[in-house]
């Protein structure tokens, strides 16, 4: 195995977000350094680098020089200044994509058993173009997940704001594809590879940032096998809400109605219901489709499989091998 070299992992990291054209800056890269384990650079304990570290190695490296660009602080693999300004383009784009979804999350937040909400996939990256929809996991409370997952659909319907399973795009509608009940954060091991590592780390709390955090932090274990991160959440994200004391008072009336037995029959009823319709669209198609009372994830036309070979077959990787 090769010696740990932070310069290496710099440009894995760079490399990494090249498969999205995404250019990323000094705070980017130290935020989510790749060691992922094909590369050989696995952290395997060593400190966790300080942003001076980082900067000091993009400065000084002659590697790094030799393999990489910057342009107007954003960094990527030479030759691609163009990204650049399309990714500026972008982080333009998904402001306004985002007045969108923390407008929605609002209704959303509102919603019996909602105990957290989070941007994710290209708008918590601020890297959406104009076909992008808006990413939300989920997470719910325990033994009404499914309650759950009908409120939010019911809702974001009334919203006009509702992805349907037929749409290939679906430009500012709510993607909401992935529920986790809040009693069992930790994610199944089918979950544990770099993409969602990656997209884990980078989650927005926009509702409950404490249930986001303890979310991350339950699965950081697994995530350190592929990125040098610690488990803090940074400060409150500017698009982060909290329900007025009168909404969050009616919220838990209605909790507390529905964590009765009468609750117990609709969460059945709901399950029943969903899983019905879900069995009727689902097909034969690849991908990752999980239902149970811990999670409900609906990925089936995922692209993650193609992502991890880009980034394990790219020809650049054969000068770390």
Not at 213 to 240: S, T
Request: some cysteine; aromatic content about 10%; charged content about 25%.
């Amino acid at each position: 195995m090769e010696v740990f070299s932070l310069e290496r992992v710099i440009y894995q990291t760079i490399r990494y977000f090249d498969i999205f054209n995404l250019p990323v800056t000094t705070t980017q890269i130290w935020w989510c350094l790749v060691t992922e384990q094909h590369t050989g650079l696995r952290w395997g304990g060593h400190r966790q680098y300080a942003l001076a570290d980082i900067q000091r190695e993009l400065q000084e490296s002659s590697y790094l020089k030799e393999n990489t660009g910057t342009t107007y602080g954003y960094y990527f693999l030479k030759g691609k200044e163009q990204l650049v300004r399309e990714r500026l383009r972008r982080h333009s784009l998904a402001q306004d994509k985002w007045k969108i979804a923390k407008w929605c999350a609002r209704f959303l937040a509102a919603m019996p058993f909602v105990r957290g909400l989070a941007g994710s996939g290209s708008l918590a990256l601020d890297n959406t173009n104009e076909s992008s929809d808006l990413d939300f996991l989920v997470i719910a409370h325990p033994n009404r997940i499914w309650t759950t997952r009908l409120g939010l659909l019911l809702v974001s319907q009334l919203l006009g704001r509702r992805r349907k399973y037929w749409d290939r795009q679906a430009p500012d509608k709510l993607c909401l594809n992935h529920y986790v009940a809040a009693s069992r954060l930790h994610l199944p091991a089918a979950l544990h590879n770099l993409y969602n590592a990656v997209q884990y780390r980078h989650l927005v709390p926009v509702y409950a940032r404490s249930v986001v955090k303890d979310f991350q932090e339950e699965n950081i274990g697994w995530m350190r096998q592929h990125l040098m991160a610690a488990a803090e959440v940074p400060l409150p994200h500017y698009n982060e809400i909290r329900l007025p004391r009168w909404i969050s008072t009616v919220k838990k009336s209605i909790e507390s109605l529905l964590l009765e037995p009468i609750g117990d029959g609709i969460e059945y009823l709901a399950e029943k219901l969903q899983r019905s319709i879900i069995a009727r669209h689902q097909g034969s198609k690849a991908g990752r489709v999980a239902l149970s009372s811990d999670e409900l994830a609906f990925h089936p036309d995922t692209k993650v499989p193609a992502i991890l070979a880009a980034f394990e077959q790219d020809p650049g990787q054969r000068q770390l091998l």
